[in-house]
C-alpha cells in the first residue's frame, strides 16, 4: 500500500495571489489551482472564482477595495465554501486512486 503524506490546503482570496493556500510548513506558500490534480471544470470554476475577486481591488485606493454590496461578498464567500467542499472530494479522489 502507498502512503500520502497529507498537507494542508486553505481555499481563500487575497488581492493578487492564487486562491490556494499550502499551509504545510516546509512548502508554505500559494499554489496555483493548474498545479493541482483536479478536474478541468473545477480548475475553470476556483478561476473564476478567484478573478472576481480580484476585480475588487482598488488600484487608486486599495483600502477602498471591496464587493459593490454585502450580497455579493456574501455570495462569493457561500460559493468559496462550495468550491473548497469541491476541491477537497476531488483532491481526496484523486489520491485513492
Given amino acids: 500500500m502507498e502512503a500520502f503524506e497529507m498537507k494542508t ?14 499551509a504545510d510548513i516546509e512548502e ?6 493548474s498545479e493541482l490534480y483536479i478536474s478541468p471544470h473545477l ?6 472564482w478567484n478573478v472576481e475577486f480580484q476585480q475588487t481591488f482598488s488600484d487608486d485606493y486599495p ?9 455579493e ?10 468550491l473548497a467542499a469541491l476541491l477537497q472530494r476531488e483532491i481526496g479522489a484523486n489520491r485513492a486512486g
Fill in 43 to 48: 480548475l475553470a470554476q476556483l478561476e473564476a
Fill in 63 to 71: 483600502p477602498d477595495s471591496r464587493f459593490k454590496s454585502d450580497d
Fill in 73 to 82: 461578498r456574501n455570495r462569493h464567500n457561500e460559493r468559496g465554501a462550495e
Fill in 28 to 33: 508554505m506558500g500559494y499554489v496555483e489551482p
Fill in 9 to 22: 490546503l486553505r481555499l481563500g482570496a487575497v488581492c493578487g495571489a492564487p486562491p490556494i493556500f499550502n
